[in-house]
T-cell receptor, first 113, second 115 residues
Framework: AQSVTQLDSQVPVFEEAPVELRCNYS??????LFWYVQYPNQGLQLLLK??????LVKGINGFEAEFNKSQTSFHLRKPSVHISDTAEYFC???????????FGQGTELSVKP | GAVVSQHPSRVICKSGTSVKIECRSL??????MFWYRQFPKQSLMLMAT?????????EQGVEKDKFLINHASLTLSTLTVTSAHPEDSSFYIC???????????FGSGTRLTVV
């Protein structure tokens, strides 16, 4: 079975500052990793995913994440955030058989002017 | 891109009644759909996985008789909350596996309030 831990429930940051949202996972098998963003009362939008290959993954809206197998981490970063990035961010994992997505607890990113 | 349409977006029902939530894949065939439940300020908890033409697989602790899932066609899956109670009030989200490599697309969610 897989599990995901997002280490920060809330991350406040000023506009144009860099941000890192942390995610660690646990699994006995190889996994695929995902980051999603959720705006209030909406579904989830995929930011990026790691399936294989380069450990640095670039996604939409200027976000990127790095897969670190030895540290079982998949932290999300953005060099300069905007007010519009204020949302809930979820890290998720699935096994490589294309099974269900297991989500972390979520991190609320709050960007202040 | 792959789109999943979820309806209704909001519903208020009286305690003891049943509510049906629909998820339709608009431009692809969804052989597998997932149903999640999300409490305020919390994560998405997987309730069940539905495969077209077969019975849904429920996660541990989810009452299959209370949360009825039907996936009768390749484009439609429904979740019926039977005999709803206030504790069933929540945000329900469906997701479908798309044709893209390990792509999952999500519906916009349904806010259920039981009064």
């Amino acid at each position: 079975a897989q599990s995901v831990t997002q280490l920060d429930s809330q991350v406040p940051v000023f506009e144009e500052a860099p941000v890192e949202l942390r995610c660690n996972y646990s699994s006995s098998v190889s996994v695929y990793l995902f980051w999603y963003v959720q705006y209030p009362n909406q579904g989830l939008q995929l930011l990026l995913k790691y399936l294989s290959g380069s450990t640095l993954v670039k996604g939409i809206n200027g976000f990127e994440a790095e897969f670190n197998k030895s540290q079982t981490s998949f932290h999300l970063r953005k060099p300069s955030v905007h007010i519009s990035d204020t949302a809930e961010y979820f890290c998720a994992v699935s096994d490589q058989q294309g099974g269900k997505l297991i989500f972390g607890q979520g991190t609320e990113l709050s960007v202040k002017p | 891109g792959a789109v999943v349409s979820q309806h209704p977006s909001r519903v208020i029902c009286k305690s003891g009644t049943s509510v049906k939530i629909e998820c339709r894949s608009l431009d692809f065939q969804a052989t597998t759909m997932f149903w999640y439940r999300q409490f305020p300020k919390q994560s998405l908890m997987l309730m069940a996985t539905s495969n077209e033409g077969s019975k849904a697989t429920y996660e541990q602790g989810v009452e299959k008789d209370k949360f009825l899932i039907n996936h009768a066609s390749l484009t439609l899956s429904t979740l019926t909350v039977t005999s709803a109670h206030p504790e069933d009030s929540s945000f329900y989200i469906c997701s479908a596996r798309t044709g893209a490599l390990y792509g999952y697309t999500f519906g916009s969610g349904t806010r259920l309030t039981v009064v």
